[in-house]
């Protein structure tokens, strides 16, 4: 199996632009979780889907992310404007179930200038 | 609050000493317990997990956690680590009352040779 494969690997944009960022679970797991790395606040879980839908997205820091999840196999999670803050490493995560064991994918490294 | 704290921010040892790195949660009721690690640069990997059953857990690399259910604790250990056991290290704990996986903040391990 490839994993959960996300892209871009990494992305320098400027401060306003959208930034899209891509996810593809693992065949077959039907759960899927967005997350955010920085040396400040860690690991922090911003969105998770089951089944395509969003299922809790109390950790999207604001209207300027979103994400949606069209169908079993492909994810999106965009920032619109993006800003300097945002700069962080995303993680895109599956399981076969909601409590069942995550599988994290490469993440994409987000640098806003 | 209900939290998953890991209390050694950063651990420095030398080769072949043996590692112990604390995790405790403050959950109620049943749950599922796992350490990741992340190598330098790299994403989290599964190193072990626990569900139910024998509370002494045995994961890849020579790694153990137990679980110690009156003490809300599921430390990771290693008799011997190696230079290359370098990376960080998150605990994490999926909540009876929630479908999230809580983070810990990770402890930073460094090994010298």
């Known amino acids: 199996d490839a994993g959960v494969i996300q892209s871009p690997r990494h992305e320098v944009t400027e401060m306003g632009q959208e930034v899209t960022l891509r996810c593809k679970p693992i065949s077959g797991h039907n759960s899927l979780f967005w997350y955010r790395q920085t040396m400040m606040r860690g690991l922090e879980l911003l969105i998770y889907f089951n089944n395509n839908v969003p299922i809790d997205d109390s950790g999207m820091p604001e209207d300027r992310f979103s994400a949606k999840m069209p169908n079993a196999s492909f994810s999106t999670l965009k920032i619109q404007p993006s800003e300097p803050r945002d700069s962080a490493v995303y993680f895109c995560?599956?399981?076969?179930?909601?409590?069942?064991?995550?599988?994290f994918g490469p993440g994409t490294r987000l640098l806003v200038l | 609050a209900q939290s998953v704290s890991q209390h050694n921010h950063h651990v420095i040892l030398s080769e072949a000493a043996s590692l112990e790195l604390g995790c405790n949660y403050s959950y109620g009721g049943t749950v599922n317990l796992f350490w990741y690690v992340q190598y330098p640069g790299q994403h989290l990997q599964l190193l072990l997990k626990?569900?139910?059953?024998?509370?002494l857990v045995k994961g890849i690399k020579g790694f153990e956690a137990e679980f110690i259910k009156s003490k809300f604790s599921f430390n990771l250990r290693k008799p011997s680590v190696q230079w290359s056991d370098t990376a960080e290290y998150f605990c994490a704990v999926n909540a009876p009352n929630t479908d999230k996986l809580i983070f810990g903040t990770g402890t930073r391990l460094q090994v010298f040779p």
């Open positions: 626990y569900f139910s059953g024998d509370p």
């Open positions: 995560a599956s399981s076969l179930g909601q409590k069942e064991t995550q599988y």
